[in-house]
Nanobody, 115 residues
Framework: QAQLVESGGGLVQPGGSLRLSCAASGIIFSRYAMGWYRQAPGQQRELVAHITSGSSTNYADSVKGRFTISRDNAKNTVYLHMNSLKTEDTAVYYC?????????WGQGTQVTVSS
């Protein structure tokens, strides 16, 4: 049974940094494209960053230059390094694993950017 478990969220001041982790189990991790999404209260879930099985990456314009997505296939884990955090980055962050029509989601981790 596939499972994605996010960790690393929390409260951080504007300008600070956090690293989110998503540990996958029950899937052949290296075959999956992985993504980080976020959802703020009252807003739709949006893609933040994406990394293919071949480690090509793309980012939402709002986080380019501040966030970095990476993956460690040996640890079945994808990371989101977040720097220069802004109050508008506050949201629940979700991990996603996708292979063709197969789609798995984690339970989410809260990131709050506030002074």
């Amino acid at each position: 049974q596939a499972q994605l478990v996010e960790s690393g969220g929390g409260l951080v001041q504007p300008g600070g940094s956090l690293r989110l982790s998503c540990a996958a189990s029950g899937i052949i991790f290296s075959r999956y494209a992985m993504g980080w999404y976020r959802q703020a209260p009252g807003q739709q879930r949006e893609l933040v960053a994406h990394i293919t099985s071949g480690s090509s990456t793309n980012y939402a314009d709002s986080v380019k230059g501040r966030f970095t997505i990476s993956r460690d296939n040996a640890k079945n884990t994808v990371y989101l390094h977040m720097n220069s955090l802004k109050t508008e980055d506050t949201a629940v962050y979700y991990c996603n694993a996708k292979l063709i029509l197969i789609n798995y989601w984690g339970q989410g981790t809260q990131v709050t950017v506030s002074s």
